[in-house]
């Protein structure tokens, strides 16, 4: 099992390709480049699975996060 650090690093890598990836640009300009668009939910994603791993713990400790719904959106990410 890998630790929390390390998956937390990788959500905040996410999350900064995710705002370098949109940047200015705005919706129609995001729904116009699918490239950007897979780019987007490919690290939405990984950020959404990265948040599985984390332990109870962790998980217990931060309780303003939904991570319930976190876990609910990456599933319709990859099966809807």
């Not at 990788?10 to 480049?33: L, N, P, Q, V, W």
């Not at 490239?35 to 713990?57: G, I, P």
Request: with cysteine.
């Amino acid at each position: 099992m890998k630790d929390d650090k390390l998956y937390l690093i990788h959500i905040g890598e996410c999350i900064e390709r995710i705002e370098k990836y949109i940047g200015t640009e705005c919706r129609d300009g995001f729904m116009a480049s699918t490239l950007t668009q897979d780019a987007v939910l490919w690290n939405l994603q990984t950020m959404a699975e990265s948040t599985q791993r984390l332990s109870d713990d962790l998980k217990a400790a931060h309780p303003q996060v939904s991570w319930d719904r976190i876990s609910g959106f990456r599933n319709v990410l990859v099966h809807d």
